[in-house]
């Protein structure tokens, strides 16, 4: 059975006059029906450029796009701007990082909600009103009804995070992309929108990807995760598996750098330097100039993804290669 999403040697380019800009550097990865994969990184790792090329959404007179991206059967590489207008919303929908900025502010909410129902489906205005109080009862907003005639700026920012999350949904995609929906929110709204996505995923069957640099918030929702440094994916396997034991000397460094319970009292562990400007990649490991355990074979050239047992991998020449993949 097809994947939902299949990627593989994806490459994203920012061409200006002055520069070229390397935000994705051949990324490979595949998502099932109904599953939650979790990219996790710094700033500037390229999460968020993955993530909008799901959807063709980066500025395209700058943006130069390669490799295979099929969502549901569609390959978004090469389909048409009309096409795309179509696959949006209905196939493949997006939950922004700031709702405020998301959210048009001179349209009620309810409108918004229904125009996007109404652009993808034939059907009538009273039916899409009906649709769109069912969203805001579904995302748990309180007076729903009375919230349809809002504006943006009436709200709080969980609850415009709630009614991005309605639109988002209100045409049942088949795959939702959440780019750090949460990192504006207080701790208590946080865990609360993390457990209704969670649950409206296996309610309608989506899959999801979740962009964040939150080790708990991909604990607590994902089945699988993607660590991404300089463009690429260095590391993926199992959530449990990873946070228990990672393979990645970045992938080790962050869960080091993490605040938690067990480590009260304790300094924390921190990575020397910082990430590479990607307008200029390095020739070998992205990650060598920060990395304790740099030998001359890192700088030579990219690591090949390796895998020591079915379904973890990493790019380092330390980690075991009793199964190296082709991945370059």
């Known amino acids: 059975m097809e994947p939902l999403v299949h990627v593989r040697d994806l490459k994203v380019r920012f061409v200006s006059r002055d520069s070229t800009v390397h935000a994705v550097n051949g990324v490979d990865f595949d998502l099932a029906p109904r599953e939650t994969l979790c990219i996790l990184g710094e700033s500037g790792s390229g ?7 799901l959807m063709r959404l980066n500025p395209p007179r700058l943006t130069k796009m390669t490799g295979t991206v099929r969502v549901g059967g569609h390959d978004l590489v090469t389909t048409s701007e009309r096409s795309l207008a ?27 909600i229904r125009e996007t129902i109404r652009r993808h489906e034939t059907i009538s205005r009273e039916d899409a009103e009906r649709r769109a109080l069912e969203l805001l009862e579904l995302v748990q907003i309180p007076s ?13 920012g969980g609850l415009r995070q709630r009614a991005m999350i309605a639109i988002a949904l209100s045409c049942r995609p088949k795959l939702l992309l959440a780019d750090e929906p949460t990192t504006a929110l207080d701790a208590t709204v946080q865990i609360q929108i993390l457990l209704l996505l969670r649950k409206l995923q296996q309610d309608m069957g989506m899959g999801v990807i979740f962009v964040t640099h939150d080790l708990g918030v991909a604990a607590e929702i994902a089945d699988r995760v993607a660590v991404m440094y300089a463009g690429r994916f260095i590391e993926e396997g199992p959530v449990s598996a990873l946070m228990r034991d990672p393979l990645h000397p970045y992938a080790q460094g962050l869960l080091g ?20 400007n990607l307008a200029q990649v390095p020739t070998g490991c992205a990650f060598a ?4 355990y740099v030998e001359p074979a890192c700088l ?12 973890r991998a990493a790019r380092c020449i330390r980690v075991p290669d009793h199964a190296v993949s082709t991945a370059a």
């Open 86 to 112: 179509d696959i949006r919303g209905s196939v493949v929908s997006m939950i922004f990082q700031e709702p405020m900025t998301a959210l048009d502010p001179v349209f009620t909410i309810g409108m918004q």
């Open 300 to 311: 030579a050239a990219v690591p090949a993804a390796r895998s020591p047992i079915p379904g």
């Open 47 to 53: 999460k968020s450029v993955t993530l909008r090329s």
């Open 289 to 292: 100039p920060r990395c304790a």
């Open 257 to 276: 750098a993490t605040v938690h319970g067990g480590v009260r009292g304790k300094r924390l562990t921190t990575i020397p330097g910082a990430p590479p």
């Open 144 to 156: 729903a009804k009375r919230r349809l005639a809002a504006y943006p700026h009436e709200l709080s």
